[in-house]
């Protein structure tokens, strides 16, 4: 079994930045892929980051040039550092990482608890 624990969300004034963290513990042989999500209240869960083990990631639009995604491999924890932020990035942010436990090749998907991020207008 794999826990994700996230950390970092809070309210943040339109324009201000702020930074969540997942750490990933447990049965770890390795994470294919680490990333975020985001659920805004009456919505569906929509991707906003990922990063894959070897070096890409991917954003969605409205993540593109102001939230950046990284790794630290040896802390098994993914970042997401949001810049000017926006109201309509407000949200619940789950984290997400697709884990191989065992070394045979197949990754479970786990999911953290989700951390509010809440821009004012």
């Known amino acids: 079994q794999v826990q994700l624990v996230e950390s970092g969300g809070g309210l943040a004034h339109p324009g201000g930045s702020l930074t969540l963290s997942c750490a990933a513990s447990?049965?770890?042989?390795?994470?294919?892929?680490m990333g975020w999500y985001l659920q805004a209240l009456g919505k569906e869960l929509e991707l906003v980051a990922v990063d894959v083990s070897g070096g890409n990631t991917e954003y969605s639009e409205s993540a593109k040039g102001r939230f950046t995604i990284s790794r630290d491999n040896d802390k098994n924890t993914v970042y997401l550092q949001m810049n000017s932020l926006k109201p309509e990035d407000t949200a619940v942010y789950y984290c997400n990482a697709h884990i191989d436990e065992s070394g045979w090749g197949h990754a479970v998907v786990y999911w953290g608890q989700g951390t509010q991020v809440t821009v004012p207008s």
């Open positions: 447990g049965s770890i042989f390795s994470i294919v892929a």
